[in-house]
């Protein structure tokens, strides 16, 4: 599978509608399947990804007077600033804070960024369903802006600018995954990232597998801080191991430390120290080709999600119990940061679609509402395509 090129050109389209002429940069960027490692990466810890063929486009115009007006084919406002606003915005402007913060961000790193220009995203990710649209955005608007200015910084720099554009202007705690995944991306590949380093390398995926997303639509209403209390836990977990990091334990080295540390922190701890086992347990598997293993790590995975980290729902842990019954589904878990969103399937391809409604019919039967199922390839990482 490979990406749209009807999203090209909907760009231009729209983009002329909207600013009267073509973009001079073109840049997309993919969004991502958290394969395995879940809330490993602000640990220290290693994760799986993989970049999908769906994602963000972003075209940009230089301007001469110095304002910026960006623009989404998902909000009906454009949102405009002088070159030299530097705080982020808030309400119904708020999702400029992903271009925004990316030129702030790049700026602090050292690369040019354009002064005025005219912005365009337009997206086939669907949002809410974490799949990563916000880390698509960024990366595909710092390599328009970049380029724009005449610079070409390397990836990483890139990616850690995304990162830290997340982190600091928009407020969210995340990790390095969903940035290095939507930059280092490779088709036919997953993306593994040591986020120490960080240190960025691919794994080959079995030939005639493929994945399916089933996005249950369901946000949890305190999602994000749900997500900044889990990395607070990790953190109380870690001082209370009397570490760093939780990467820096192994589960021996966690057992032998446990004594006395509250539950909650240690139970979160226990989730983390075993994703990164069974991340490093995955690629070997996968390097044997031992698919079926690979499946069953999966499945753990979600389990310790639900059981340990308690970050998935009624709606996917229904999901996940129908998928792992399904003929030719190895395995499949929440994807993400938990507590709504979606479920990714890993399967051998052709997948029965019958097999998929199913799964999909039983929920509607149980929820009273219907999954989207989404069939998704893999995707190379950011990258400019220019008119
Ligand atoms: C979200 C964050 C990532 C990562 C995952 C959980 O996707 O943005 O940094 O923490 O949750 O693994």
Redesign the pocket.
Known sequence: MSWSPLMRSELIRRFCSLHGREPAIIARAPGRI?FI??????NGGT?LGAAIDRGVWVGVAPRTDGRRRFASAAMTDVVETVADASRPLAGKDAWANYPLGMLVSLAAAGVAVPAGFDFLAVSDLPPGA?L?SSAALELASGLAFARLAGAEPPRVTLVRAARHAENTFVGVP?????QAVSGFGRRGHLVHIDCRGPDFSTVPLPAGTGFRIFNTHTRHALVDGL?AERHRECGEAARALGVALLADLDSAGLEARARGVPEVPLRRARHVVGEISRVAACVAALRAGRIEEVGRLLAVSHESSRTSFENSTPELDFIVEGLMRTPGVFGARLT??GFGGAVMALVAEPFAPESAERVAAAYNERFGARPDVLAVGTADGASLENP
Do not use: A, F, K, Q
């Open positions: 958290e490692g879940n809330h490993t990466d602000y994760v974490g990563s995340c990790g390095i995954l969903d997500y993400g940061g």
